[in-house]
């Protein structure tokens, strides 16, 4: 279709992403900004095995009766599903400064923005816990037998746009020609998913759905091979379906399974092309300014001074009657962060990447270490800009909360001023997402943050030539092993399969979104939950979670 090349689009990109594997030769930009929100330093120097703690903290240990490490998503429903089982004896240590993982939230002169994740898709009763949840939390009530979300959280109209043919359009795939065969390849897809969805189901968190013969035929195989053989081919549609992938897994359609492909659809609101008419539900989403941040308050206010941020958890070690924790104070202005600290709790929650989790835990089961292999992690770039006063718009639909450019593998960026009810200030923050190929993690820890913010400005300025003149502030965060991409055999996997499904013996659980083989919020939810049960269950609870 005229105006989408994917091969000119994925060549431009990768000459610009090599661009930045050479240090930058000129002047500073004219913004300011930062790296913000990581722990590079620390995690790297404890993984590469550099210089020890100056010391090792004499004192008694700390005691707990259940200590989380990691104050994600997952830790902190884990935390939850404990206080609901009546266990208040928990503590978490996070390694970064705030809580919530790839939900974490950021602040531009006082303008909330995320760092990451930043929206919830609405939704439906196959996800009784969140749901309840959300009801506890304001955000859903009951209205003549049906669940209603709050206005003022559902993303306000226009949600989506897309830049193609010199123009915006609302969506995110442009409305197809009837009769071109675009649209007949969307009408055949919509009909496949569809399908899918009745035979074999599907639904987040994909714990609720049985495992069938079906689902593993489809997870054997790539979504970009499985396309092929339903004739999908169509440049737009392929762009788009990239775009999804990207999105969601952190990698095109090639590199996830087929399973992931048709799962991010027939989970939610099956696959909707504009002129294409379907069955396909609603694709409504919660957001807030500062993203999920905005969740991830609500998860952590009851938990008050249990989440300690800061603490670099090196070593677990399961004892008979108790489990061994050490960790380091790493917010410390020291290079070397403060000394070492012991604690001793009845059990552990390891609420961290499945690789994190075995490098800490020498003694880990072979199935843990087996499926923490099986597993690749996609890098993401993800930069606030601070603008002075809104951008020039171009001919199409008005400005959008997500705005995308066909054709690019960039995945544009969200407005934060967008869910704003009242006045709207001139000074707002736009944040830009991009999924990074694997080979551009060392190019994202080397290159420095003049050279990534005039490349992501470069890359918005296609559409927006005036944003370098409008732009005050660039704050950049790196996820360098932002989520697991789930490559085909990966949801099948039959190491992960068990963890999911049993947890672990003794004293120690896992509880991490990339069990489930790719990241998102109901995912990791779930998994919180169920080994905060787990655990619960083992101390003798004398009530079960909900």
């Not at 075995?358 to 993800?382: C, D, K």
Request: with cysteine.
């Amino acid at each position: 279709m005229r105006g989408i090349n994917r091969r000119q689009a994925v060549a431009a990109s990768a000459a610009l992403l090599g661009a930045c594997s050479r240090p930058a030769a000129d002047a500073l930009p004219p913004w300011t900004g930062a790296f913000v929100g990581d722990a590079v330093a620390a995690g790297h120097r404890w993984r590469d095995g550099g210089a020890q703690p100056p010391r090792v903290d004499d004192r008694k240990p700390q005691r707990c009766g259940v200590l989380i490490v990691g104050a994600g998503i997952a830790g902190l429903a884990a935390a939850r599903a404990l206080r609901e089982a009546g266990i208040d004896d928990v503590t978490l240590l996070e390694l970064h400064s705030q809580a919530g993982g790839n939900s974490r939230g950021h602040r531009i002169d006082a303008m909330p923005c995320p760092l990451g994740a930043h929206y919830l898709p609405v939704p439906d009763d196959r996800n009784p816990q969140l749901l309840r949840w959300l009801h506890e939390i304001g955000l859903a009530r009951q209205e003549s037998g049906r669940t209603v979300f709050d206005e003022r959280h559902l993303c306000h109209s226009p949600q989506e746009r897309v830049w193609h043919d010199g123009a915006w359009h609302e969506g995110l795939l442009p409305a197809l020609r009837p009769g071109s065969p675009a649209h007949a390849q969307a009408g055949k897809l919509s009909t496949a998913i569809d399908a899918l969805a009745r035979e074999l189901g599907f639904a987040m968190p994909a714990a609720g759905v049985d495992v069938m013969p079906g689902h593993a035929a489809l997870d054997a195989q790539s979504f970009a091979r499985w396309l092929d053989a339903q004739g999908i081919t169509d440049p737009l549609l392929r762009w788009y379906l990239d775009y999804c992938c990207l999105d969601d897994y952190g990698a095109p359609a090639a590199a996830v399974s087929a399973w992931a492909g048709v799962h991010y659809f027939a989970s939610r609101h099956g696959f909707r092309a504009p002129g294409v008419e379907t069955e396909a539900g609603s694709d409504a989403v919660l957001t807030w300014p500062e993203g999920n941040a905005w969740l991830v308050r609500r998860l952590a206010e009851p938990l008050g001074e249990r989440v300690k941020t800061g603490w670099l958890v090196s070593r677990v070690q399961e004892q008979r009657d108790h489990v061994e924790v050490w960790a380091q104070d790493v917010s410390r202005e020291s290079p070397a962060g403060g000394p070492m600290r012991r604690w001793l709790a009845q059990q552990v929650i390891l609420a961290t990447p499945l690789k994190w989790a075995v490098r800490a835990w020498p003694a880990a089961p072979a199935a843990l270490a087996r499926g923490a292999g099986r597993l690749t992690h996609a890098p993401w770039l993800v930069a606030n800009l601070m603008l002075d006063r809104p951008l020039a718009d171009r001919p199409g639909v008005a400005p959008a909360w997500d705005n995308v450019v066909a054709g690019r593998t960039g995945l544009g960026y969200v407005d934060s001023a967008h869910q704003s009810l009242g006045f709207r200030p001139a000074a707002h923050v736009l944040t830009a997402y991009h999924a990074l190929p694997i080979d551009q993690r060392p190019a994202l820890l080397a290159q420095p943050w003049s050279t990534w913010s005039r490349w992501v400005i470069d890359d918005l300025s296609a559409t927006h030539a005036d944003l370098p003149a409008r732009v005050r502030r660039v704050d950049i965060a790196r996820h360098g092993h932002a989520m697991a991409i789930p490559a085909p055999g990966v949801r099948s996997d039959a190491d992960l399969v068990a963890l999911r499904a049993e947890g672990l013996a003794g004293r120690v659980q896992v509880a991490h979104a990339d069990l489930a083989g790719y990241s998102v919020f109901e995912e990791a939810f779930d998994l919180g939950l169920r080994a905060g049960a787990r655990v619960a269950a083992a101390m003798g609870a004398r009530r079960p979670p909900v």
